[in-house]
């Protein structure tokens, strides 16, 4: 059974073709001892270039701590632009590593807890187009993943409608007349995976083992969980899952448009979808020469996206521009869904809480639901956390809103949790990130667009306590009110045990000024510093009388006493500076 191109090329070519095994055993032979050995070359130099990939990121991160590595002088500007540039300069690389480090890049692009700002940014916006691979090659893989059911394809198109770093995507036509795309995954892709993501397992256990890089973060885990998501990605059928289950979430409304599923054509390499044409959603001038507003499909896809957050629990985790588009009629229409996620019923529950905490301006009891939900680790002085989100209720939140309140919220939290004991489970994160998105696209729509100014009717059954009506908002009164009065009972009780311990003589006071014991540690870390530069300045100018004596040999005893002394000094420099970044954190926060 061949399945042919009408393209152009008016051949057809079977799988047996495709795979090398009709031309003979000659032939056969020396092209599975060629696969093998470059199989072999892969895994040896493959290894090789992620770690040495690895080893220069550490080495520049090191170095751009260094303040005495900035031309001109250390100043926060030259190290965010060089930052900016090493972000540029990671996601180049991951682009040349192939579909594994861009998948990898996407996801990491969704942990500010890890990541400085200016990384995930870039990661952000890391795309993944890269060369179409050859028609006889999909033509193959369809025979092999489909066999007889290929006999269905009319008409399969030379040329893919795009082609990214899993799959590409060709139009066909069925024997029913059904119009169809067909999403075929790369050939050879799941063992380059597989290789990839061991590697950068071992590469997160050294990483572990590391006492400052691996100090609060579990790069083990982090690595586990990758690997988890991108080999569920390499298996079409889940995608299938995700896509009938969202579309299944619209069907009654017309307004939204999602691919239905050919599933006698669906694998777990190839992906059979409804041909759904639309006009790509950031192409205004498209939009209004068809009589589409701009403005009105902003507010539509922005109830859509509140719609799965609020109400379904299951949402599109990519809303970029190139995974929207807007049909003749004005419908939204959603692509692809490799990723998707999933907000369980517990966070709905503490999401809620947060907003009614949120929407009251009410940052103590905010902060406190952060902590309960484990943004906020134990132990942690909670002070100049809740200075930041008093800030963040006050100008972000406050009418009028802003157009990039979303953006300006995620900032402010990406810089909140990065470098610091704070961890954002990754539910929140990827809702954040997909709000923040989507946010950008209704901004290319609409520049007056904000998704805060319309979300409050689809707020309304989150700030019950679950969502599913308002008894929840009765209860959750009642139990407060509850605990209020189960505590003022108690005030008697303890103002009469405490009186009792003051007149006995025994009662401590305990006072925790957290802000207090940090400079009291930077001052004496600045103490430690002064002290060792005079030392070593001591030990300079020995070495330089020393060398212009008459026994300059000696000159390699200071030199010898100063490289302990030298390597102390650079960690007093670096913790200084540490501790400086948190207090110029916490010091937005007061303004």
Known sequence: MTVSGVAGSGHAVTAQAVSGVAAGAPTRGIGSWRRARLDDA??????????????????????????????????????????????????????????????????????????????????????????????????GLLEQELGERCAEILDLEEVPLG???????????????????????????????????????????????????????????????????????????LEAEHAARFRQQFLEDPGIRIPAVVWELSSRRVLCLDYVPGIKITDRPALVAAGIEPAAVAE??????????????????????????????????????????????????????????????D?????EE???????????DLGPVRRLVRVMLTEALTPPFSSNVLQKLSGDLYDLVYGQPFRLPPELIFVMRALS??????????????LVSIA??????????????????????????AEVGSRALGIPRRLDESLARIEQGDLQVQIRAGETDRLLRRLALAQQSAGQSFLLGGLAVAAAL??????????????????????????????????????????????
């Open 163 to 237: 082609s990214a770093s899993l799959a590409q995507v060709h139009r066909a036509s069925l024997r029913s007349g059904r119009q169809v795309v067909f999403k075929v995954q790369r050939p050879g892709l799941e063992r380059l995976f597989r290789l990839d993501l061991e590697v950068l397992q071992q590469v997160a256990a050294a990483v572990q083992r590391h006492p400052r890089w691996g100090e609060g973060r579990d790069w083990i885990g982090i690595a586990k969980e990758c690997r988890r998501v991108l080999l569920r990605e390499l298996d079409f059928r």
């Open 546 to 591: 020393l060398a212009a004596s008459a026994r300059p040999a000696l000159v390699a005893i200071p030199l010898v006493l100063g490289l302990p002394v030298a390597t102390g000094w650079l960690k007093l420099q670096s913790r200084l500076q540490r501790d400086g970044r948190i207090d110029q954190l916490q010091g937005g926060g007061k303004g």
């Open 363 to 367: 940052a103590t009891t905010l902060v």
């Open 456 to 481: 409050r009717p689809y707020l309304l059954p989150l700030m019950t306590a679950s969502g599913s009506g308002p008894n929840d908002l009765i209860n959750e009164l009642g139990r407060q009110a």
């Open 437 to 450: 998105t989507f946010e950008g696209v209704g901004r290319s729509l609409d520049p007056g667009f904000s």
């Open 370 to 380: 952060l902590q309960q939900a484990g943004v906020i680790a134990e132990g942690v």
């Open 300 to 361: 539509k896809g922005a109830a859509s996206y509140l719609q799965q957050l609020v109400r379904f629990g299951f949402f599109h985790a990519d809303p970029h521009p190139g995974n929207l588009a807007v049909a003749t009629d004005g419908a939204l229409i959603y692509y692809d869904f490799g990723m998707m996620g999933q907000i369980s019923e517990r966070l709905r529950s503490r999401l809620g809480r947060m907003v009614r905490a949120a929407a009251a301006r």
């Open 42 to 139: 892969t895994r040896i130099w493959r290894p090789l270039r992620i770690w040495g990939l690895t080893l220069k990121l550490l080495a520049s991160l090191w170095w751009d701590g260094r303040r005495w590595s900035y031309p001109g002088g250390f100043t926060p500007e030259r190290l965010a632009a060089r930052q900016r540039r090493r972000a540029r300069w990671l996601t180049q690389q991951f682009l040349s590593l192939g579909s594994a480090f861009i998948k990898l890049g996407q996801l990491l692009s969704a942990r500010p807890d890890v990541l400085p700002a200016d990384v995930v940014e870039e990661l952000s916006h890391l795309q993944d187009r890269v060369p179409a691979f050859p028609f006889s090659v999909v033509e």
